[in-house]
């Protein structure tokens, strides 16, 4: 079922089953205008009731015709038929001329475009269609530009020059500052392993002299606490002792007394 809005013309598909027979209030979501819509078979409905209006409205504005009297008495009146009430009878006319209208709004509105007269080229089935190019010769190429020889002056130039300036490979040979550079690195590197060496050895012998003299110092504790060290560490003291005194008269022969 197509709805078409009053205000804007939007038109728009919906299912018959949305709009219920008693009809209901629609919404257009382009405009926001609402209208009570019918459903399709009660709009159909409302036009024939309307076009049976018109015809009765006729009827009654035509004299109707004059009929002899009956011989055989008069007879009862007709009953007239159930008529629909005026007012309904007017809004149902209003929705039937509004749906009509945006019927013919919208098939109006719908354009067509006729043929503009253009014919399809027709080809040959027989004659097959030829590429660009597959038949065609290929491009012949194109002519290198001419290099002009060298003249005997210009072939001399970079002779000359070669003699005037030093060679590249010569210079590179003599300076070659990279490789001074990571001989003085060796270098440093080298001398730092030799300090480093000395460094360690130097702090290896001082401590195994201040172990000595430790030694030296707790010998009798150590022999008092573990008897079983005190005969190798009376030995130790001993020779210490008697180092002492070796040492000690070496220092006087020297200093002279």
């Given amino acids: 079922m197509r709805l078409t809005c009053p205000n804007c013309n939007a038109q728009y598909e919906v299912d018959e089953k949305v709009i219920p027979k008693g009809g209901r209030d629609v919404q257009c979501s382009a405009c926001g205008h609402t209208w009570y819509q019918y459903p399709m078979d009660v709009a159909l409905q409302m036009r024939a009731a309307e076009l049976d209006d018109d015809d009765e409205d006729f009827d009654e504005d035509e004299p109707a015709p004059q009929r002899a009297p009956d011989p055989g008495g008069a007879r009862p009146a007709e009953r007239p038929g159930g008529r629909i009430d005026k007012t309904v009878l007017d809004v149902l006319r209003e929705e039937a001329e509004r749906e009509m209208t945006e019927r013919r709004k919208a098939q109006s509105g719908i354009e067509t475009q006729g043929d503009l007269g253009l014919t ?16 065609d010769p290929p491009p012949p190429p194109p002519a ?3 290099v002009p020889e060298p003249t005997a002056d210009e072939a001399g ?7 005037v300036l030093p060679d590249i490979e010569e210079l590179s040979s003599t300076l070659e500052p990279g490789s001074e550079r990571r001989d003085d690195d060796d270098d440093d590197g080298a001398d730092a392993e030799e300090q480093r060496g000395f460094r360690r050895g130097l702090s290896l ?7 000595l003299i430790v030694l030296y110092l707790v010998a009798p504790i150590l022999g008092n606490a573990v008897p079983a060290l005190a005969g190798p560490l009376g030995l130790y003291v001993t020779f210490v002792d008697g180092l002492r005194v070796t040492v000690a008269g070496t220092l006087r022969g020297l200093l002279g007394g």
């Fill in 157 to 163: 130039e970079p002779a000359r020059r070669r003699k």
């Fill in 120 to 135: 399809r080229p027709t080809r040959s089935k027989a004659a097959p269609s030829r590429v660009y190019g597959e038949d």
């Fill in 205 to 211: 012998v001082m401590l195994v002299a201040l172990a």
């Fill in 144 to 146: 290198a530009d001419a």
